[in-house]
């Protein structure tokens, strides 16, 4: 599976693709089928805690930038209905715009992963944002023909933390904005799946 999946970024690296992985990526069909199963805030919580190790690199590698940390804190008081979208939405904004003022494909790719984590909180399709962007930041450290090995443990890691999350989404209970707490609402992952025709 992993194979075919590395075959189609190969592909896409080929050509240029700033975007190595897509729902279509085989590697990514058990991550995306459970992502489907969760609640919003579930897809939250796994998303702030996955987004904590490019917010690290980012950190490290460029000390000066705020960008990404912003974005990151205000989504959080966004998910806890401290402040309106708005404002989150222009952070979270503010790191993709980081990506424009760097030449490194490795922390172009972690930047839109941390504002694809952010906007999670939005909607539950932006949380396949983040994989998509840190698997291909690993392509482009590692190179292609060394990069299965961590891709495949990236996404194993992956899934133990959302179906960690998905065990302990109100352990302990966590203050939620309104939005957040309906479970009324449809996983939006779900529906894009069901409307895409793929079971």
């Known amino acids: 599976m992993e ?28 991550l995306r089928g459970t ?25 490290q590698a460029y000390p000066n930038e705020q960008r990404p940390g912003q974005a990151v804190a205000l989504c959080r008081q966004w998910a806890r209905g401290e402040i309106k979208m708005p404002a989150a939405k222009r952070a979270l904004l503010q790191a993709h715009a980081a990506a424009k003022e760097v030449e490194d494909p490795v922390a172009i790719a972690l930047f839109h992963a941390v504002g694809q984590a952010c906007a999670t909180v939005h909607v539950e399709t932006h949380a396949l944002g983040l994989p998509f962007y840190e698997l291909t930041a690993i392509v482009h450290h590692f190179g292609i023909a060394n990069c299965t090995e961590p891709i495949e443990k990236k996404i194993a ?4 933390r959302l179906r960690y999350w998905q065990e302990h989404i109100d352990d302990p209970p966590l203050k939620w904005a309104s939005f957040l707490l309906d479970d009324s609402r449809p996983n939006k992952e779900l529906l894009l799946l069901q409307g895409s025709g793929k079971k």
Not at 37 to 42: A, F, I, S
Not at 157 to 160: A, V
């Open 35 to 59: 992502i489907c199963q969760q609640k919003h805030r579930t897809l939250v919580l796994w998303a702030f805690d996955c987004v904590s190790i490019p917010l690290q690199w980012l950190a």
């Open 157 to 160: 890691w992956y899934l133990r």
């Open 3 to 30: 194979e075919i999946a590395l075959a189609d970024a190969a592909k896409r690296l080929k050509r240029g693709n700033k975007l190595l992985f897509t729902r279509d990526s085989a590697c990514l069909q058990e």
